[in-house]
């Protein structure tokens, strides 16, 4: 979904936030679920110019992951959607890409960076900041293509995340972490996640390109791969609880 960073092998958009969220599921997930006291409709109003087939027909939920974060790819309360056509995917991805939250996150990532020294040729100052930035917004860009537009259109599978929404909370984070492994196709039926895993893959050895010299290799290539794969299971799983602490903050 995201691509790997250099400096901490990624901090997926939101994973830091996802990560202490997830601390407290278990709790969430015990507790009885009171209903809401005006249920709010799945299917938000489009955005002025958009195709409305992205968000009615497709089932796509304009809502912000923990009120923040950009979170278009996600199916919620339901176990089908009509397919996205190649067109629809990339402009998901690229709604979700450069969403206004996404400069101000990156340019925070950057900072830490620049104060860690990361990648030290790129140096510092001014000219070392832009450098950084423009690394970690094209390595999440690139990998978010690879993943939820380029190989699912080639591919023909479904980028999206069809939340479980029901069973105890170890069937559901169970659900969560397989599907980095386990997709649909655009007919519906289950494939192995070959966007997800090879979109990563494909990211990392492309950022080879552009950052420096030193940081160039398989190694550093494939612990970038990996460790993106595991971030993006800990983002699946903050998606898929995301509706119940929603609900719960909601009532309160």
Same mark, same amino acid.
């Given at each position: 979904?995201?691509?790997?960073? *250099?400096?901490?092998?990624?901090?997926? =958009?939101? !994973?830091?936030?996802? %990560?202490?969220?997830?601390?407290?599921?278990?709790?969430? !997930?015990?507790?009885?679920? &009171?209903?809401?006291?005006? =249920?709010?409709?799945?299917?938000?109003?489009?955005?002025?110019?958009?195709?409305?087939?992205?968000?009615?027909?497709?089932?796509?939920?304009?809502? *912000?992951?923990?009120?923040?974060? $950009?979170?278009?790819?996600?199916?919620?309360? %339901?176990?089908?959607? =009509? =397919?996205?056509?190649? #067109?629809?995917?990339?402009?998901?991805? #690229?709604?979700?890409?450069?969403? $206004?939250?996404?400069?101000?996150?990156?340019?925070?990532?950057?900072?830490?960076?620049?104060? %860690?020294?990361?990648?030290?040729?790129?140096?510092?100052?001014?000219?070392?900041?832009?450098?950084?930035?423009?690394?970690?917004?094209?390595?999440?860009?690139?990998?978010?293509?690879?993943?939820?537009?380029?190989?699912?259109?080639?591919?023909?599978?479904?980028?999206?995340?069809?939340?479980?929404?029901?069973?105890?909370?170890? *069937?559901?984070?169970?659900?969560? #972490?397989?599907?980095?492994?386990?997709?649909?196709?655009?007919?519906?039926?289950?494939?192995?996640?070959?966007?997800?895993? !090879?979109?990563? %893959?494909?990211?990392? &050895?492309?950022?080879?390109?552009?950052?420096?010299?030193?940081?160039?290799? !398989?190694?550093?290539?494939?612990?970038?791969?990996?460790?993106?794969?595991?971030?993006?299971?800990?983002?699946?799983?903050?998606?898929?609880?995301?509706?119940?602490? *929603?609900?719960?903050?909601?009532?309160?």
């Amino acid at each position: 979904m995201s691509s790997g960073y *250099r400096w901490t092998f990624g901090l997926l =958009p939101g !994973a830091a936030e996802i %990560a202490t969220i997830l601390l407290t599921l278990p709790l969430l !997930a015990q507790q009885p679920q &009171a209903p809401p006291l005006n =249920p709010v409709p799945q299917v938000q109003p489009t955005l002025a110019g958009e195709d409305e087939s992205l968000e009615t027909k497709e089932q796509v939920v304009n809502d *912000r992951l923990f009120w923040t974060l $950009p979170n278009y790819l996600t199916v919620e309360s %339901a176990s089908q959607a =009509p =397919p996205l056509t190649s #067109a629809q995917k990339f402009k998901l991805v #690229a709604r979700q890409s450069f969403d $206004p939250v996404q400069f101000p996150y990156v340019g925070f990532l950057a900072l830490l960076g620049q104060k %860690a020294n990361s990648e030290p040729a790129f140096g510092q100052g001014t000219a070392g900041y832009a450098k950084r930035y423009g690394a970690q917004f094209a390595d999440i860009t690139i990998a978010n293509f690879m993943t939820g537009a380029v190989l699912p259109s080639l591919l023909r599978q479904d980028p999206r995340y069809y939340q479980l929404g029901k069973g105890n909370f170890f *069937r559901r984070a169970g659900y969560a #972490a397989s599907r980095i492994f386990i997709t649909r196709t655009d007919s519906g039926r289950r494939q192995m996640n070959y966007s997800e895993i !090879a979109g990563n %893959a494909m990211a990392a &050895a492309v950022a080879n390109t552009y950052h420096p010299s030193q940081d160039r290799s !398989a190694a550093n290539s494939v612990s970038v791969w990996w460790v993106q794969m595991g971030l993006d299971t800990v983002s699946n799983e903050g998606v898929e609880f995301w509706p119940d602490i *929603r609900r719960k903050f909601r009532w309160k």
